[in-house]
């Protein structure tokens, strides 16, 4: 079948149970997303259950929906999802919403609101300068009357189709769809919360990490028993070790440093942090590690894989879990090996950067490696993947 033709089957696959429950019909999800072995995990929520590793839908289901959209969320916890992830930050009046970052030029229409025009300004983000438009400089109000746009059009030319039919919706609106997915999935839908950039908040006066604490208390989810993970790229997590009763994960990007370390002018990096010395550190605040793929399979400039690396053994061996990111269907986010067969071009024969290649082999290879999870922008393909490699295994 050819790759664009399997694009759209799938985005259609994806969409049949939504209008299923539209319609008045099952609530369960139908074709292959629903034979990938969905149901939750249980036991310890850091790690593998019953159903092997978790399949985490990182932003919801962006492959198929604008990301931070009550639409991505609902679509892949539907397809079978064991968390659905989400980024909060603030808002003028305090109140925490759902978006990758602050700023919202690429991922709302406020460019196109000319009331808005005198609020573009430029900032210093983690000691990038930054220029657009900036939550907490809108209240909630004003932000309800922007609607969500594909953040990467040019990739998922498919989903602009869905620009302009979402709001920017809260973190409360989040748990609560979560809760209510839960109810009419008969499976427990979990919620895995990013803290964003609690440094440039924080030097803006603005404590993220209290207001999101005090969001999980006002839920009942600030217990041992929820189905909750809380994330961070920065070491807050020290502090929220000792307010939260559910488990703790630390991001680790590929390069640079946590903006809380190069705030207090400490030397060290991301680098430092996946040595062994440095897991043993994170083991004592968090049960798990975000990881940068690449940390564990690197590639080098041009794509391809090479060996891997002691990562997943050493974190396992101080008690660590893992839940590396981003697995994406697209060539462009694959390693060179599993991109999909090249094409014939004007300049010579290339992969089309944005058709599909073999995702489910990559997640697999992670699978085979024992990670303990994966954030996935395409929760079928992952949903696939862990059912193939069960059946291996």
């Known amino acids: 079948m050819p790759i664009r033709t399997r694009l759209l089957t799938g985005i259609l696959l994806a969409t049949a149970s939504l209008t ?64 659905i992830e989400a980024d909060v930050v603030p808002t003028k009046d305090g109140v925490l919403v759902n978006r990758h970052e602050p700023e919202i ?3 709302t229409d406020v460019a196109s609101h000319p009331e808005f025009a005198n609020r573009k300004t430029t900032k210093n983000l983690d000691g990038t300068q930054t220029t657009g438009w900036f939550t907490e400089d809108f209240t909630l109000a004003e932000l309800k009357t922007l609607k969500a746009v594909e953040r990467l059009p040019d990739v998922r030319q498919h989903n602009t189709m869905y620009n302009g039919l979402y709001q920017v919706p809260t973190l409360q609106e989040y748990l ?3 809760k209510r997915l839960s109810g009419e999935l008969h499976r427990q839908v979990g919620v895995y919360i990013e803290t964003k950039h609690p440094t440039f908040f924080r030097a803006q006066g603005i404590d993220v990490d209290k207001m999101l604490v005090d969001e999980l208390n006002k839920n009942n989810l600030n217990t041992p028993d929820a189905k909750v993970f809380i994330e961070s790229f920065e070491t807050n997590l020290k502090q929220l070790h000792d307010q939260l009763k559910v488990p703790l994960v630390q991001l680790i990007d590929s390069t640079g440093a946590p903006a809380d370390w190069v705030a207090a002018g400490d030397k060290r990096t991301y680098a430092d942090m996946v040595k062994p010395a ?47 990111y981003t697995f994406r269907n697209e060539n462009q986010f694959l390693p060179a090996d599993l991109r999909s067969s090249a094409v014939s071009t004007a300049s010579g024969a290339s992969a089309n950067p944005d058709d599909y290649g073999k995702a489910i082999d990559e997640d697999i290879r992670f699978f085979k490696l024992g990670v303990d999870g994966i954030f996935t922008d395409n929760t079928d393909t992952g949903l696939v993947a862990r059912a193939q490699f069960l059946a291996q295994h």
């Open 105 to 107: 030029g690429g991922t």
């Open 20 to 83: 299923a429950v539209a319609c008045g019909g099952p609530s369960t999800p139908s074709g292959p997303a629903s034979q990938a072995g969905s149901s939750a995990p249980a036991g310890d929520s850091t790690g593998p259950g019953p159903a092997g590793p978790l399949i985490v839908g990182h932003r919801g289901a962006p492959g198929y929906r604008p990301e931070h959209t009550l639409a991505s969320y609902e679509l892949a916890a539907r397809m079978g999802a064991d968390y």
């Open 176 to 178: 609560d769809t979560a």
């Open 278 to 324: 440095g897991l043993a550190e994170v083991a004592k605040y968090a049960q798990a590690i975000g990881p940068d793929k690449t940390l564990i399979i690197p590639t080098d400039p041009a794509g391809n894989p090479g060996p891997a690396t002691t990562l997943v053994t050493d974190a396992h061996a101080v008690g660590l879990k893992l839940h590396p």
